[in-house]
């Protein structure tokens, strides 16, 4: 995880408690807001609203209680004294916004609005999911050992979860942009407007592919075997499961990819919702 210098226009270490709301005002607010979340600890829920601030509560994890551990008893004739609040690192500069925990190592649950038009950079390790809800900018959100669901969404979105499933419900995309969505151990699955035009690119290992959409495949786009000898006469064979497609003629590429699990490319308002 990259850290954040703190030589911005304004720094706002913060100890909060879990009631208190940091309202962070934006440089310009009739430009949209660039929102990076790093956390080492803890899950990431954004929203969007019609406002012109950047607005952050934070709840922090008790450890005992995250482990499923009782915490240990005090010695005989010292009471333990609780520490609160949450230590938190956000900073302002030319409308982007920076948040991260100042204690890494302690678990803290982030619930943030941000602007319609945001564009979010948001990242967490362990545990909790990255949740974003009404968001219209571009989003890149990347999880290691947890969910990513992304709802209610009009813009573009490379989204990552490393050991959980992805959710992305579009309602518009934004376009003549490029889309990811990838995964090592869980199931994509991804809601687009019955319109969108895309060029797909899918591959999983260890699952299968689900449309409602009428996917045209292309010329050598379903699984191929390649087998022949190299240069050192080492005979190989290889079967490549990458199937390439198009949807309403084509467009920007939208990359599906994970190991273990299915993927899910559906049309909005014609499935049931994404499971």
Do not use: C
């Given at each position: 995880m990259k850290r954040f210098g703190l030589a911005v226009a304004m720094a706002l270490p913060a100890l909060m408690t879990a009631q208190e709301r940091i309202a962070v005002p934006l440089t310009d607010p009739a430009r949209p807001a660039t929102v990076r979340v790093e956390l080492v600890n803890g899950s990431v829920s954004v929203k969007a609203y019609n406002g012109k601030?950047?607005?952050?509560?934070?709840?922090?994890?008790?450890?005992?209680?995250?482990?499923?551990?009782?915490?240990?008893?005090?010695?005989?004739?010292?009471?333990?004294?609780?520490i609160g609040g949450n230590s938190l690192e956000i900073s302002e500069e030319n409308n982007e916004v920076r948040i991260e925990s100042g204690a890494p190592m302690r678990s803290v649950d982030l619930e943030v609005q941000v602007p319609m038009r945001s564009?979010?950079?948001?990242?967490?390790?362990n545990g909790g999911d990255i949740k974003v809800e009404g968001v219209t900018g571009d989003i890149e959100a990347e999880n290691v050992n947890g969910n990513v669901i992304l709802?209610?969404?009009s813009g573009s979105a490379v989204a990552h979860a490393l050991n959980g499933r992805l959710v992305a419900v579009f309602t518009q995309v934004a376009p003549q942009k490029a889309m990811s969505f990838s995964s090592l151990n869980g199931n994509i699955d991804v809601t687009l407007p019955p319109s969108v035009k895309a060029n797909v690119k899918v591959k999983t290992d260890n699952g299968d592919l689900y449309s409602d959409f009428d996917i045209a495949?292309?010329?050598?786009g379903q699984p191929a075997t390649e087998a022949g000898r190299d240069g050192k006469g080492k005979y190989k064979?290889?079967?490549?499961?990458?199937?390439?497609?198009?949807?309403?003629?084509?467009?920007?590429?939208?990359?599906?990819?994970?190991f273990n699990g299915n993927i899910y490319i559906r049309k909005a308002g014609s499935v049931a919702n994404p499971r």
């Amino acid at each position: 995880m990259k850290r954040f210098g703190l030589a911005v226009a304004m720094a706002l270490p913060a100890l909060m408690t879990a009631q208190e709301r940091i309202a962070v005002p934006l440089t310009d607010p009739a430009r949209p807001a660039t929102v990076r979340v790093e956390l080492v600890n803890g899950s990431v829920s954004v929203k969007a609203y019609n406002g012109k601030e950047v607005i952050v509560e934070a709840k922090t994890q008790d450890e005992e209680t995250r482990r499923g551990k009782q915490r240990e008893s005090a010695p005989e004739g010292l009471k333990r004294i609780p520490i609160g609040g949450n230590s938190l690192e956000i900073s302002e500069e030319n409308n982007e916004v920076r948040i991260e925990s100042g204690a890494p190592m302690r678990s803290v649950d982030l619930e943030v609005q941000v602007p319609m038009r945001s564009t979010l950079k948001l990242e967490v390790v362990n545990g909790g999911d990255i949740k974003v809800e009404g968001v219209t900018g571009d989003i890149e959100a990347e999880n290691v050992n947890g969910n990513v669901i992304l709802t209610n969404i009009s813009g573009s979105a490379v989204a990552h979860a490393l050991n959980g499933r992805l959710v992305a419900v579009f309602t518009q995309v934004a376009p003549q942009k490029a889309m990811s969505f990838s995964s090592l151990n869980g199931n994509i699955d991804v809601t687009l407007p019955p319109s969108v035009k895309a060029n797909v690119k899918v591959k999983t290992d260890n699952g299968d592919l689900y449309s409602d959409f009428d996917i045209a495949l292309k010329a050598g786009g379903q699984p191929a075997t390649e087998a022949g000898r190299d240069g050192k006469g080492k005979y190989k064979v290889k079967i490549d499961r990458t199937v390439y497609g198009a949807i309403n003629g084509g467009g920007p590429e939208f990359q599906f990819s994970n190991f273990n699990g299915n993927i899910y490319i559906r049309k909005a308002g014609s499935v049931a919702n994404p499971r």
